[in-house]
Structures are given as structure tokens and as C-alpha cells.
């Protein structure tokens, strides 16, 4: 099946608001050629307003880079789905390893987060992969089929339409180590068919899988021809209006 690319930038805590929105304005003109793939820019939150306005009348699409649960309380720090949408932002990340790791979210507070998020038609990025220390002790399937399950539970086969999946080996995310083009086709491979038992063939078929860590222009060609990745999520090159621009443009 044709699944349709996704070229996906989280640009993490950097830029300024007017810096943020210096990069979209390039981004957006030089994706103004682009009709056969969707490309998504993630700026910090401080920022998602001016980013979405900036590109507002072009194909770019505008994520949070993270979303909370519920729509609105005392959660110090926390921005609702509501917020999001309210920003301009029509997309979130979800589970970044950074979230999972240095935040110590686990897999029941992101799969609350997906819901949050899809509840409110916000196209949810789930972010997954294994440690350095997972994969040497060969835990990597088991640690990807749980962050899978569990990050999709209660998620119906009409939310996860509005689902993306973004593998980044922890090991490869801004280290400048990338999965060989064969070690990423076999973990997209397996996710995809953890996707078809929770669901069914052609709904897995449909969902797009993303590689993330250490993509670069130099890589994404590679990467991108095999049959099961369907994107990238990009962090230090997406930071660079060139670098970005010629990832999207991979061949």
C-alpha cells in the first residue's frame, strides 16, 4: 500500500519566537514544491502560536511537542489539547524518548496523553525505541511490543487513523549513530505487524511508521527506500532551514 510521507522536524527546546519563526517562513517556501509528501515542524512551546501563523495558508503542518491528558486543571506546566488546538497546532509528539527518560513518563501517562490528544482529533506522533543497554541484551522486540501495546490501549481503530508511530532507537537520537537502513526496515517491519494483531491488516498497511535519530541529508535517501519506513522525525537537522529542506526533498 502507498502510504504517504511524513518528513517531521521536533526542533526540542531551541529558538527564540522570532527565531522559530524565521525557520518556518524558509521551511514553508521551500516546501512550496512538495505535493506528495506532508511535512511537520514541532517548535517549543513558547512559540506555537507565531509558528503557526507564520505558515498559515501553506502544506506545513504545526505539532506540540508534547500534550497533556486532560483539557485543563492544576497541572503546573502542562498544555491541554485544547491549548494546542487553540495555538494553531493540528499534530502532537507523544512518548519522545526524551519524555520517557530524563521526564520518567511511562507507558500508562503517554497512552493517557495519545488519548488526550486524539480525543480532540489531534493527530497523535508516538515516539518508541529501545536503550543501548535494552538492545545488547536483546530486549529490543519486548521492549517495542510493550511500548506499542500499551501506548495504544483503548485506542479504537478509528483513533488510530489518526496515529503515527516513530521508532528512534534511543542509542541513534543525537549521538550521530544511525540503525543501519536494514536494522530500521526490520523494527518497522515488526511494529507493523504489532499493529495489524491489534487491529487489522489494512488499518496496519495504512498507519504511517517514521525513523528517528541521527537523520540526516545524507542518510534519508537510504533510509527512506525501504518499503516500511515512511518518514523521518528529525531533531539537529531539522534546526538548519537547508539541511531540513533537503531531507524533505529525499529522493
Request: charged share 25%; aromatic share 4%; hydrophobic share 45%.
Amino acid at each position: 500500500m502507498e502510504r504517504r510521507a511524513l518528513i517531521a522536524g521536533n526542533w526540542k527546546m531551541h529558538l527564540t519566537i522570532g527565531e522559530a519563526v524565521a525557520l518556518a517562513r524558509k521551511i514553508a517556501a521551500g516546501s512550496l514544491d512538495v505535493h506528495d509528501r506532508d511535512v511537520m515542524i514541532a517548535p517549543p512551546a513558547t512559540a506555537l502560536a507565531a509558528v503557526a501563523d507564520a505558515v498559515s495558508g501553506t502544506s506545513v503542518l504545526v505539532a506540540g511537542q508534547n500534550v497533556a491528558w486532560k483539557d485543563q486543571g492544576a497541572y503546573t506546566g502542562e498544555i491541554s489539547p485544547l491549548m494546542l488546538k487553540d495555538a494553531g497546532a493540528t499534530m502532537a509528539i507523544v512518548g519522545h524518548s526524551e519524555r520517557r527518560h530524563i521526564f520518567g513518563e511511562d507507558n500508562e501517562m503517554i497512552n493517557q496523553r495519545i488519548i488526550g490528544a486524539l480525543t480532540h482529533g489531534i493527530i497523535s506522533v508516538l515516539c518508541i525505541g529501545e536503550t543501548l543497554d535494552e538492545r545488547e541484551d536483546g530486549l529490543t522486540w519486548e521492549i517495542l511490543q510493550g511500548q506499542v501495546r500499551e501506548g495504544l490501549e483503548g485506542v479504537t481503530a478509528e483513533q488510530a487513523e489518526q496515529v503515527v508511530i516513530a521508532y528512534e532507537p534511543v542509542w541513534a537520537i543525537g549521538t550521530g549513530k544511525t540503525a543501519s537502513k536494514e536494522q530500521a526496515q526490520k523494527a518497522h517491519k515488526f511494529i507493523r505487524g504489532l499493529l495489524e494483531e491489534l487491529y487489522e491488516k489494512n488499518l496496519a498497511d495504512k498507519m504511517r511508521i517514521l525513523y528517528g535519530g541521527s537523520v540526516k541529508p545524507d542518510n534519508v535517501d537510504d533510509l527512506m527506500r525501504m518499503p516500511d519506513v515512511d518518514g523521518a522525525l528529525v531533531g539537529g537537522a531539522a534546526l538548519q532551514a537547508e539541511s531540513f529542506d533537503r531531507i524533505i526533498h529525499f529522493s
